[in-house]
């Protein structure tokens, strides 16, 4: 595509072109012309990378801004016949119905014969094209399609003119997934070239979405090893995907990390929702600065079998949405009993029931008094939230030690990635590391392309001596004073939930084990998204998803990407 292409229309004015055209062609050489449309070409980044090599965060100073090894046109051509079918009118047309709505408003409309899956499934994929073949919209954001997923809608669609029972609301829906996130039918990168080729069974959560009828749209970016490859580099960066960037502003505001993809493709609308990772902040840190609510489980809520793993102590998967009842829907979907993971647990929570009555009346919240002092939207925040009813307690979380929670995730990592690519790399001849000591190798042979930021973290898991004697003491003292860190006002106080701002406390919420749910709470003055996260403890997620739309319904918060509205 010639980088002089500026906007989504003219992409989609391109797109419907090329299909006609390559439908004529095809007439006589389908198989040659096939492969010879080109959507996209990569383009000249020199001047956007000038751009940021002053930019005052640091780790926003990019070296590069594509990918070296991804070509959109294998992601985006197999698709594109279908995706041209809907015109600029249709789409218009549709827009009212699903943009920015939530899943029960989409269902509502599918029901009532204004729209179909199918319909659903095109709208999204129109915006992705129209954005993300764009270079000067593109968030890097999704670098992989589900080449069947139009077809598995039409099926969805056959089924839904049958007497049936009741469906979960999750049926149909469009989701994407982080690209560490096992995925049939789709290679799951984690944003490494050594795992380029890596071919995978669904993970258990992802068979779960299946199972309930939700539709895998693809896999979104996100930053390398889920951002534990390099030390200060950018986040949202990968070797597979390229720099996410931040539709509230790109080259401007963080993405956040290591979710960046999930984060940037919900804010934008390319989906009804996605599922990130975390381990301590991935899933609050790139909700919060995409303006959308993420939340992160308890360990165990959500199984981890088919994820690349960091940490088998402290990952978790979760759900990042425009709105809570999505998120709820999303997280139920996704909950069961995986014999796989000895943390996995069984739940009969729906958690998306009890959303329609919520209150912040009466509600008890702790107030951390150092942002009450320092961040004039968290003071106002609160503030307005004491008016609505809410008891505020103001507290100063008691002075915790955190020695030692690198070599959680350093010896973790050392000894989950053998364990993963054991028992899910179905090609091994083309996946040919077994251990981060390989993958060491493996980027250091060409170092330009595959690690342009350095390795720094992993030379580190290599050379960590932690004794597993030790990384028990570790763990242990860190999950106490994690939840010390919360329950000494939590205890005193019987609150609800602690109440912070994007991901400044995910790593007490991470070692404690506790769940957090981060909700859009304001934009500061540079137009950069600032949210409101709600930390409790054990199994109480559907205690903070009330808490969550009690907040969310107050506030009415969040706005669409201003460049992305079209």
């Known amino acids: 595509m010639d980088s002089s292409i500026r906007n989504p229309a003219q992409v989609r004015a391109l797109i419907t072109f090329l299909c006609i055209a390559t439908l004529v062609f095809s007439c006589k050489t389908e198989q040659k012309e096939a492969k010879e449309v080109v959507l996209w070409t990569p383009y000249n980044d020199s001047a956007e990378v000038a751009a940021n090599k002053d930019h005052e965060i640091e780790r926003m100073q990019y070296k590069l801004i594509q990918s070296k090894v991804l070509d959109k046109n294998d992601v985006f051509l197999p698709l594109y016949p279908e995706v041209s079918k809907m015109s600029e009118e249709e789409y218009a047309a549709l827009k009212p119905l699903i943009l920015e709505q939530d899943i029960p408003t989409i269902q509502s409309a599918i029901a009532s014969g204004k729209l179909t899956y199918e319909k659903l499934v095109l709208f999204y994929l129109h915006r992705i094209y129209a954005y993300e073949l764009s270079n000067a919209t593109t968030l890097n954001t999704v670098i992989a399609l589900n080449e069947s997923v139009v077809e598995e809608a039409r099926k969805l669609d056959e089924l839904q003119m049958r007497p049936s029972e009741k469906r979960h609301p999750i049926y149909g829906m469009p989701i994407l997934l982080k690209d560490n996130i096992n995925t049939e039918g789709m290679p799951t990168t984690a944003g490494a070239i050594a795992l380029l080729q890596n071919e995978v069974d669904d993970a258990f959560i992802v068979q779960g979405l299946k199972q309930h009828g939700a539709l895998i749209l693809g896999k979104v970016n996100l930053s390398e090893w889920a951002y534990f490859l390099c030390s200060g580099c950018p986040v949202g960066y990968s070797a597979v995907g390229g720099q996410t960037l931040n539709p509230y502003g790109r080259r401007i505001f963080e993405t956040g990390g290591s979710s960046s ?183 250091a042979t060409d170092s330009l392309v595959r690690i342009p930021y350095g390795q720094t973290l992993f030379e580190g898991i290599l050379a960590d001596s932690t004794s597993p004697e030790g990384l028990v003491e570790i763990k242990n003292r860190l999950e106490k004073n994690g939840r010390s860190f919360f329950d000494t006002a939590m205890n005193a106080n019987q609150l609800d939930a602690v109440l912070s701002i994007n991901n400044y406390h995910a790593g007490y919420a991470a070692v404690a084990k506790y769940p957090a749910l981060t909700v859009p709470m304001g934009y500061k003055a540079s137009g950069e998204p600032i949210s409101l996260t709600f930390i409790g403890k054990q199994f109480k997620e559907d205690e903070l998803l009330r808490l969550g739309r009690a907040f969310e319904q107050l506030s009415k918060t969040r706005k669409l990407p201003e460049d992305y509205k079209d």
């Open 261 to 443: 993809g999930s984060g940037t493709s919900v804010a934008a609308n390319y989906a009804v929702g996605a599922v990130g990772t975390e381990t301590s902040g991935s899933i609050l840190s790139p909700s919060s600065q995409n303006s959308v609510v993420g939340l992160k489980p308890t360990i165990g809520l959500l199984s981890r079998g088919g994820i690349v793993p960091i940490s088998s102590t402290l990952d978790t998967p979760g759900p990042m949405t425009k709105n809570v009842v999505d998120n709820a829907i999303l997280l139920s979907a996704m909950t069961g009993k995986d014999g796989t993971d000895q943390a996995s647990v069984t739940t009969d929570k729906t958690f998306y029931d009890d959303l329609e009555e919520v209150s912040l009346r009466g509600k008890r919240f702790g107030a951390i008094k150092g942002l009450m002092e320092g961040d004039s939207i968290y003071k106002i925040t609160i503030e307005k939230m004491r008016e609505a009813g809410a008891e505020i307690i103001e507290f100063t979380p008691p002075e915790v030690q955190m020695d030692g929670f690198l070599s959680i995730l350093n010896i973790d990592m050392r000894n989950d990635l053998p364990i993963y690519i054991k028992n899910n790399v179905k090609n091994t001849d083309e996946v040919t590391i077994k251990s981060i000591a390989d993958a060491v190798v493996f980027n």
